[in-house]
């Protein structure tokens, strides 16, 4: 096992005990191999010193800290009450200990979020200058989430005010000395992301950006899902659901998918534009057999029309890559969008690239 991660929730709700205990199976099992990626979420708010001692016994090497934005309105207007001091305690004490890998989670497009108070949470992050930050634009999903169904959606920033926010934080972490990474995170020189980005080896998973590219990912717990041969497989959202299949001897997967040599290709190109911005159509053609200019002609063509990314600077087009230019890295999901097939079968065949920006 060459990446290790407890998230998608706040695993430090757990005592030392319960930790120790779920780990020495997980280790039971599994090989660590040596240099891994140990990594784990942890809330500011529930985590005590001595679950972070605990950790790093156990060899975890990575802390990722949920923060979202310190500012105390929108702390209430979300119902996530943590203060500077929590946070930096915990990051102070977990630095003291030896962890030299520390994330922030930041989230833009909060309710009540203004670019004044937003410059407060980008200072107090730089001055604690973490290795990686994560800023993650805010999903509105009540259908999905039914918690946001009690936002008021008028506190709502609009789509050019979360813009403003995200070109906000991209500047001051430029200035900071942090490099881009991919779509949505930033990181130090010195970190293992930033030298991914030096020869084109950054990778994504479910887990987030990494330089881990192994071939399968297990996931474990509820509503946890894995990618194994080639196949995805979600495990039960419902904890009652989850215990019943395992307490019946059975895998608690509630769905699963099958990705198909098509699906493994489109794959491959969006994760090389999104992680790398950089496509190599030699290497791919060579990998799928595949001629890449008949095979994506559509795609091409959309992508160089008229008024398109290519024409704004965004894209450069080239008989052997395609390569994100720097302006266009900041619509790159929009660019990766014209290759899912799927989206496009959703939007009955429109041209999203021109519907989405």
């Given at each position: 096992?060459?990446?290790?991660?407890?998230?998608?929730?706040?695993?430090?709700?757990?005592?030392?005990?319960?930790?120790?205990?779920?780990?020495?199976?997980?280790?039971?099992?599994?090989?660590?191999?040596?240099?891994?990626?140990?990594?784990?979420?942890?809330?500011?708010?529930?985590?005590?010193?001595?679950?972070?001692?605990?950790?790093?016994?156990?060899?975890w090497n990575r802390l990722s800290m949920g923060v979202q934005d310190f500012t105390p309105d929108v702390q209430e207007?979300?119902?996530?009450?943590?203060?500077?001091?929590?946070?930096?305690?915990?990051?102070?004490?977990?630095?003291?200990?030896?962890?030299?890998?520390?994330?922030?989670?930041?989230?833009?497009?909060?309710?009540?979020?203004?670019?004044?108070?937003?410059?407060?949470?980008?200072?107090?992050?730089?001055?604690?200058?973490?290795?990686?930050?994560?800023?993650?634009?805010?999903?509105?999903?009540?259908?999905?989430?039914?918690?946001?169904?009690?936002?008021?959606?008028?506190?709502?920033?609009?789509?050019?005010?979360?813009?403003?926010?995200?070109?906000?934080?991209?500047?001051?972490?430029?200035?900071?000395?942090?490099?881009?990474?991919?779509?949505?995170?930033?990181?130090?020189?010195?970190?293992?992301?930033?030298?991914?980005?030096?020869?084109?080896?950054?990778?994504?998973?479910?887990?987030?950006?990494?330089?881990?590219?192994?071939?399968?990912?297990?996931?474990?717990?509820?509503?946890?899902?894995?990618?194994?041969?080639?196949?995805?497989?979600?495990?039960?959202?419902?904890?009652?659901?989850?215990?019943?299949?395992?307490?019946?001897?059975?895998?608690?997967?509630?769905?699963?998918?099958?990705?198909?040599?098509d699906d493994l290709l489109r794959r491959h190109v969006i994760t090389q534009l999104m992680c790398n911005f950089y496509?190599?159509?030699?290497?791919?053609?060579?990998?799928?057999?595949?001629?890449?200019?008949?095979?994506?002609?559509?795609?091409?063509?959309?992508?160089?029309?008229?008024?398109?990314?290519?024409?704004?600077g965004f894209l450069s087009v080239q008989p052997t890559s395609l390569e994100v230019l720097p302006l266009g890295r900041?619509?790159?999901?929009?660019?990766?969008?014209?290759?899912?097939?799927?989206?496009?079968?959703?939007?009955?065949?429109?041209?999203?690239?021109?519907?989405?920006?």
């Amino acid at each position: 096992m060459v990446q290790y991660h407890w998230g998608g929730g706040t695993p430090t709700y757990q005592s030392p005990e319960e930790m120790r205990a779920l780990h020495a199976v997980v280790a039971e099992h599994f090989d660590i191999q040596p240099g891994a990626e140990v990594a784990i979420e942890v809330d500011p708010r529930v985590t005590t010193r001595e679950q972070v001692d605990l950790l790093r016994e156990l060899g975890w090497n990575r802390l990722s800290m949920g923060v979202q934005d310190f500012t105390p309105d929108v702390q209430e207007a979300i119902n996530r009450h943590q203060t500077e001091d929590e946070t930096r305690a915990l990051y102070t004490y977990a630095r003291s200990v030896g962890f030299g890998s520390i994330n922030l989670d930041l989230i833009y497009g909060l309710p009540l979020q203004s670019p004044e108070a937003f410059r407060h949470t980008l200072a107090v992050t730089l001055e604690l200058r973490p290795d990686r930050v994560a800023l993650y634009s805010y999903a509105y999903v009540p259908w999905i989430k039914g918690n946001q169904k009690k936002l008021d959606v008028e506190q709502l920033p609009d789509a050019e005010a979360k813009m403003e926010l995200f070109c906000l934080a991209r500047e001051e972490f430029l200035k900071a000395g942090y490099r881009p990474v991919g779509m949505d995170h930033f990181a130090l020189p010195e970190d293992e992301l930033s030298t991914a980005i030096e020869s084109r080896t950054l990778h994504r998973n479910f887990m987030g950006y990494t330089v881990k590219n192994a071939p399968d990912m297990i996931g474990v717990g509820v509503s946890a899902i894995g990618d194994v041969s080639s196949c995805y497989a979600q495990n039960a959202k419902k904890l009652s659901v989850y215990y019943q299949e395992i307490d019946g001897g059975r895998l608690p997967v509630e769905r699963g998918y099958r990705l198909s040599a098509d699906d493994l290709l489109r794959r491959h190109v969006i994760t090389q534009l999104m992680c790398n911005f950089y496509l190599d159509l030699p290497a791919v053609e060579r990998r799928f057999g595949v001629n890449f200019a008949e095979y994506f002609a559509r795609e091409l063509a959309e992508l160089q029309q008229a008024d398109g990314p290519v024409d704004h600077g965004f894209l450069s087009v080239q008989p052997t890559s395609l390569e994100v230019l720097p302006l266009g890295r900041l619509f790159v999901r929009n660019l990766a969008m014209v290759f899912d097939r799927y989206m496009r079968e959703k939007e009955a065949n429109k041209q999203v690239f021109s519907r989405t920006v």
